[in-house]
């Protein structure tokens, strides 16, 4: 069921970026799987109520990777489908970067390293209030060059937040070049690990993977999630290219990656 | 003013679970009495003001009142960016409480200069400065801030202000508070912790001998349209801020009359010159150096 949900969310986003003539396809299509395994099956939601008090929270840090929430959040009822056609539009709500005037978008981010503290704050409100929902943060590897983000794991161990999950979409692309020629961050899962978190080393693509992930907890320990992932997974022409951080798909390119999707679906 | 500060926060954390108050490991020998009777609603960010910062709106996003409390510089120009996007942009209910505003820490150098606050924080439409002058002030700010939800900036002096106000005055966004009134049509009109100051002028100087005093602790960008119908009563309004003149308050009153050129010439800006910034030393005598003089 995810599986088919993550072809919607991959084809939905390829649209809106078409239409848009928007950047960034290559991080959403990275992300997909991991979006459509919350959002169809791991996250409690409410597409009548989104501030329903016992909803599970979701945080897109890399609020870059947009599309792929906000086609999940329209196949999961939150708005009409049809909203999804104004993505990029002067005074759309559906702006380039996740906003928080969308139904079910908890938190409008743009800037990175701000997704992580914003959730250890909820995530510690739960636990001051003893709720028993969970918050996802879902982070760019690129991402994890900010600083902030490691203040807030530093943050969310000592005070043990095992309400937290942070998943790294780990695709090994940032903006402008491989993440190993920018700023190499490994050993990643050592470094989050003697950070005092527990740490899933998973394939980002693979959705029995990621139902297991999420579905694991370690008492007063937050969750890290690394998500092996390829940067335009589903379309071969944009799998692993820096340059589809930028380009936006013309109709030929369009067509071509629709119909690979197609195929990888059947 | 530290002091009110805590006291007044403890009596309202007894009656409201939602109050918590964050400290970026600062605040010794003053949280104390707060962190032993909430322990639960007390934490100390370490020296992490980005997190510190984004974890305090968060938590607010769930509901809570939260104060984040450090001195001089830290919980705002350290995380100007976690103020701007993740505190007003989206009406998080945090206040951000820095003690030590202006020059309280001269002597620790540059890097605790207060100075340059209200710059940064005028800047950012729904942020609400609270200033007060003296600790009755105080209180009517934080009772103000309690009852009205948002993003919020106080910033107050360290210790031992003495009260200037004979009691707890009514505080109202954009709105003077009448201190002292004296026999000419020209007045004083401070913010922060420049009242006693401002005061001494007109006890003990000849050219502010007869001038009123007026305090306005709560201000901000969304209370300029109150400002000109205020300044048409006077011949002559003389602000007074410890902070620089660029981006201050008096350049807040200024562009408030933007378009009123008639009432701008009324207005003149007691305020601190930049050579401050290369200075060093006790607050009075840097207040002095950068023109807080009569």
């Given at each position: 069921?995810?599986i088919?949900?993550?072809?919607?969310?991959?084809?939905s986003?390829?649209q809106?970026?078409?239409?848009?003539?928007a950047?960034?396809i290559?991080?959403?299509?990275?992300?997909a799987d991991?979006?459509?395994?919350?959002?169809?099956?791991?996250?409690?939601l409410?597409?009548?109520?989104?501030?329903?008090?016992?909803?599970?929270?979701?945080?897109?840090?890399?609020?870059h990777?947009?599309?792929?929430?906000y086609?999940?959040?329209a196949?999961?009822?939150f708005f009409?489908?049809?909203?999804?056609?104004?993505y990029?539009?002067?005074?759309?709500?559906?702006?380039?970067h996740?906003s928080?005037?969308?139904p079910g978008?908890?938190f409008s981010?743009?800037?990175?390293g701000?997704?992580?503290?914003y959730?250890?704050?909820?995530?510690?409100?739960?636990?001051?209030?003893?709720?028993?929902?969970?918050?996802?943060?879902?982070l760019?590897?690129?991402?994890m060059d900010e600083?902030s983000?490691?203040?807030a794991?530093?943050?969310?161990?000592?005070?043990?937040?095992?309400?937290?999950?942070?998943?790294i979409?780990?695709?090994?692309?940032?903006?402008m070049?491989?993440v190993?020629?920018?700023?190499?961050?490994e050993?990643?899962a050592e470094?989050?690990n003697?950070?005092?978190?527990?740490?899933?080393?998973?394939?980002?693509?693979d959705h029995?993977q990621?139902?297991?992930?999420?579905s694991s907890?370690?008492?007063?320990?937050?969750l890290?999630i690394?998500?092996?992932?390829?940067?335009?997974?589903?379309?071969?022409?944009?799998?692993n290219k820096?340059?589809w951080?930028?380009?936006?798909?013309?109709?030929?390119?369009?067509?071509?990656?629709?119909?690979?999707l197609?195929?990888?679906?059947? | 003013?530290?002091?009110?500060?805590?006291?007044?926060?403890?009596?309202?954390?007894?009656?409201?679970?939602?109050?918590?108050l964050?400290v970026?490991?600062?605040?010794?020998?003053?949280?104390?009495p707060f962190?032993?009777?909430?322990p639960?609603?007390?934490f100390?960010?370490?020296?992490?003001?980005q997190?510190?910062?984004?974890?305090?709106?968060g938590l607010?996003?769930?509901g809570?009142?939260?104060?984040?409390?450090?001195?001089?510089?830290?919980?705002?120009?350290r995380c100007a960016?976690?103020?701007r996007?993740?505190?007003?942009?989206?009406?998080?209910?945090?206040?951000i409480?820095?003690v030590?505003?202006g020059?309280a820490?001269g002597?620790?150098?540059y890097?605790?200069?207060?100075i340059?606050?209200?710059?940064?924080?005028?800047s950012?439409?729904g942020?609400?400065?609270?200033?007060?002058?003296?600790?009755?002030?105080?209180?009517?700010?934080i009772?103000?801030?309690?009852?009205?939800?948002?993003?919020?900036?106080?910033?107050?002096?360290?210790?031992?202000?003495?009260?200037?106000h004979?009691?707890?005055?009514?505080?109202?966004?954009?709105k003077?508070i009448?201190?002292?009134?004296?026999?000419n049509?020209?007045?004083?009109?401070?913010?922060?912790?420049t009242?006693?100051?401002?005061?001494?002028?007109?006890?003990?100087?000849?050219?502010?001998?007869?001038?009123?005093l007026?305090s306005?602790?709560l201000?901000?960008?969304?209370?300029?349209?109150?400002?000109?119908?205020?300044v048409?009563?006077?011949?002559?309004?003389?602000?007074?801020?410890?902070?620089?003149?660029?981006?201050?308050?008096?350049?807040?009153?200024?562009?408030?009359?933007i378009?009123?050129?008639?009432?701008?010439?009324?207005?003149?800006?007691?305020?601190?010159?930049?050579i401050v910034c290369?200075?060093?030393?006790?607050?009075k005598?840097?207040?002095?150096?950068g023109?807080?003089?009569?």
């Amino acid at each position: 069921m995810t599986i088919k949900l993550a072809a919607r969310i991959r084809r939905s986003a390829l649209q809106m970026v078409y239409s848009a003539k928007a950047s960034h396809i290559g991080s959403a299509l990275s992300i997909a799987d991991i979006v459509a395994v919350l959002y169809g099956n791991i996250m409690k939601l409410d597409s009548l109520n989104p501030s329903n008090p016992t909803r599970d929270r979701f945080i897109l840090s890399k609020g870059h990777a947009c599309v792929a929430l906000y086609a999940a959040l329209a196949d999961s009822c939150f708005f009409p489908l049809s909203d999804l056609e104004t993505y990029g539009a002067d005074h759309s709500k559906l702006m380039n970067h996740v906003s928080h005037s969308v139904p079910g978008v908890e938190f409008s981010t743009g800037s990175l390293g701000h997704g992580l503290p914003y959730g250890v704050g909820k995530a510690l409100g739960a636990r001051i209030k003893k709720l028993s929902w969970r918050t996802f943060v879902l982070l760019g590897d690129g991402e994890m060059d900010e600083g902030s983000n490691w203040e807030a794991l530093m943050f969310a161990a000592h005070h043990r937040l095992d309400n937290l999950v942070a998943i790294i979409d780990y695709n090994k692309i940032q903006s402008m070049d491989t993440v190993s020629n920018t700023l190499g961050i490994e050993p990643l899962a050592e470094k989050i690990n003697a950070f005092g978190c527990v740490v899933k080393e998973i394939d980002g693509h693979d959705h029995n993977q990621l139902i297991n992930a999420f579905s694991s907890y370690s008492e007063s320990k937050p969750l890290v999630i690394i998500a092996h992932t390829v940067k335009g997974k589903g379309v071969s022409f944009m799998e692993n290219k820096v340059e589809w951080h930028y380009k936006n798909p013309d109709d030929t390119q369009l067509a071509l990656a629709l119909a690979e999707l197609e195929e990888l679906n059947a | 003013m530290r002091n009110t500060f805590i006291n007044k926060l403890i009596s309202a954390a007894e009656v409201n679970d939602n109050i918590v108050l964050v400290v970026g490991d600062l605040g010794y020998s003053v949280v104390e009495p707060f962190a032993n009777r909430f322990p639960n609603r007390f934490f100390n960010a370490g020296v992490a003001e980005q997190n510190m910062m984004g974890l305090c709106a968060g938590l607010a996003s769930e509901g809570f009142h939260v104060f984040v409390y450090s001195i001089a510089n830290f919980p705002t120009f350290r995380c100007a960016e976690q103020i701007r996007n993740d505190v007003v942009y989206h009406n998080n209910n945090v206040t951000i409480v820095s003690v030590g505003g202006g020059l309280a820490y001269g002597n620790l150098g540059y890097s605790h200069h207060a100075i340059q606050d209200y710059a940064l924080l005028r800047s950012m439409p729904g942020m609400l400065i609270a200033s007060p002058g003296d600790p009755n002030e105080v209180n009517a700010s934080i009772t103000y801030l309690l009852q009205n939800p948002q993003p919020s900036y106080l910033r107050i002096g360290k210790a031992g202000e003495p009260n200037i106000h004979k009691g707890i005055p009514l505080v109202k966004p954009g709105k003077w508070i009448k201190i002292l009134r004296g026999s000419n049509r020209k007045t004083l009109l401070c913010t922060g912790a420049t009242m006693e100051l401002a005061l001494s002028w007109i006890k003990g100087s000849a050219k502010y001998a007869d001038y009123s005093l007026y305090s306005l602790p709560l201000w901000g960008m969304q209370y300029k349209h109150m400002q000109a119908v205020q300044v048409m009563e006077w011949e002559s309004v003389v602000t007074v801020e410890d902070h620089l003149v660029d981006g201050g308050f008096g350049s807040w009153m200024l562009e408030s009359l933007i378009n009123h050129s008639d009432l701008i010439a009324r207005v003149s800006i007691k305020a601190l010159d930049s050579i401050v910034c290369s200075m060093v030393g006790k607050q009075k005598m840097l207040n002095e150096a950068g023109g807080l003089i009569v």
